[in-house]
């Protein structure tokens, strides 16, 4: 089963033993995305700037440093977070980039308003809401892609999946989790595996492999 899912990735079997590896221990990386500026006592709101951008301009500019206070980041998790997005980017190489956008822009929608957010603490998912995404996310894209032969709809259904999570649950909300008054930092996809940008691609993938044979085996049982 393993091998089938991550053929339908475009990812060569001999590859997806290192993968696995890769995202077992990224679980504890976390790379700095965004670095929040600003001044703890003043009431302006705490600016996000993308890491190589703020440092290009602290290298640059010194007179840069004295203009913020630079007091925490958000980062992106390896495993929750950097591998599902490398995954999922690949899949505009492989399958239809129209269909995937369209997608992702489904699953951002439905995946803004199901969240749950902790200020300065976490975005968190019910696992009831969870499924639902997924869901939606193979739905759309079996509607959208016909299966044919190499299962295109699959590959759009994780990448559609993991992108419009990313986007919808936690970009759109990195503001409503008031990271600067965290205890941590942050991180998009910091549950790692856990985390719902991974599982809900994951789940994604495997609803829209097996669904259409799920739908034929009840169909032959109650004739």
Known sequence: M???????LGIAPGLGLPLLIAAFFGCSINL??????????SKQPVSFEIFPLWLLKCLCLPSYKTQSEFYGYIGLNVSGGLIPI?????????AQPVAILIVTAVVGLFSYFLVTVIPGRAIVTRVSRFWSIAIVAALSAMALVAGGANRSDVSVAFAGGVLGTTIGADLLHLKD?????????????????DDGIAQ????ALIIAEWLPATMAWLSACFR
């Open 200 to 203: 809900c691609g994951l789940c």
């Open 86 to 94: 490398i995954l999922a980017l690949y899949q505009f190489h492989r």
């Open 2 to 8: 393993f091998s089938t899912l991550i053929a339908r």
């Open 32 to 41: 700095p995305l965004f670095i929040l500026t600003g001044h703890r006592q």
């Open 177 to 193: 989790v008031r990271p600067e008054i965290a205890a941590t930092p942050l991180s998009i996809g910091g549950a790692g595996l």
